[in-house]
């Protein structure tokens, strides 16, 4: 790909960067809280170069950033509860609206087993903890569904990276590009999909 069309290996740089700097681990704290409850950017980017930059710690990392989701996720809940009316207008306006109704559907056919499926896929779980607090999904059932999607995702993400080692650092410095396309491309999918049930 030509190199003025380059987009996600200078942010890719940045991130390993990120990664090894010494608040990193407040960074993905950060993050991990931000994102279940209002940031686009999901945490796998910070997660996945912080274990390729310290392998040994991948554990301690995947809880950090399911810890902090899961009390993001339950910010958003609380933004759904309390503040819907004064967030409904800018929501209205964001491509996230169709999503929202979808997850309003969808709580009301299968309850909380939607959080766990949202916690876990590329489905933005921010506007699923949004959806529960407006449709005052029972706390206790959402709180254990996050726990259990956010740490489904999360873990697994840190295991691939440590096992896949120098290996995967290697391989995915080399296709970032490639890699990054492709993961607009299926969250495009997975909208257009939502869009269209």
């Known amino acids: 790909m030509a190199s003025n069309m380059a987009i996600f290996a200078p942010l890719y740089q940045h991130v390993m960067r990120w990664s090894r700097h010494r608040h990193a681990e407040r960074y993905l704290g950060a993050m991990s809280f931000a994102e279940s409850s209002f940031f686009p950017i ?8 912080m274990c390729l930059a310290d392998r040994d710690r991948w554990l301690r990392f995947a809880m950090i950033a399911t810890a902090f989701s899961v009390l993001g996720g339950l910010a958003g809940y609380a933004i759904g509860f309390a503040l819907f009316d004064a967030i409904e207008p800018w929501l209205r306006e964001s491509h996230y609206w ?14 909380v087993w939607v959080v766990i499926v949202a916690g876990f896929s590329p489905i933005p779980y921010k506007v699923f903890t949004i959806a529960a607090g407006v449709v005052s999904l029972s706390l206790p059932g959402f709180f254990i569904a996050s726990v259990i999607g956010r740490a489904a995702r999360f873990f697994l993400v840190a295991g691939l990276v440590r096992a896949g080692g120098q290996r995967f650092e290697d391989a995915l410095s080399k296709h970032i590009e490639r890699a990054g396309w492709i993961v607009v491309a299926l969250s495009a ?6 869009m269209l049930r």
């Open 42 to 49: 999901p945490v796998d980017v910070m997660l996945a170069p």
């Open 98 to 111: 169709d999503a929202f109704l979808t997850s309003r559907r969808w709580f009301d056919d299968y309850g």
């Open 189 to 194: 999918l997975v909208i257009a999909w939502l």
